[in-house]
């Protein structure tokens, strides 16, 4: 999972990959790959997450990827 943070704050909030996927006019399987990271996000699609679900956190923080060191 490329983006572990997200996907926490999603979990707290009640936020599922079809919420995602409705908000952004994406099947479910898109979404799965945007968090996994095989597809980016948009610079639209990473707005309009922040804009729907996110407005008092940093899309730094939301967005930030975990990777292995």
Not at 4 to 29: H, P, Q, Y
Not at 38 to 56: D, G, P, R, V
């Amino acid at each position: 999972m490329k983006y572990k943070r997200l996907v926490a704050e999603m979990f707290v909030k009640g936020i599922t990959k079809d919420d995602l996927a409705k908000l952004l006019g994406k099947s479910r399987r898109a979404i799965n790959n945007r968090l996994n990271g095989k597809t980016e996000f948009s610079y639209y699609e990473a707005i309009k997450i922040m804009e729907n679900y996110f407005k008092y956190c940093s899309a730094d923080y939301i967005f930030s990827i975990d990777e292995c060191k």
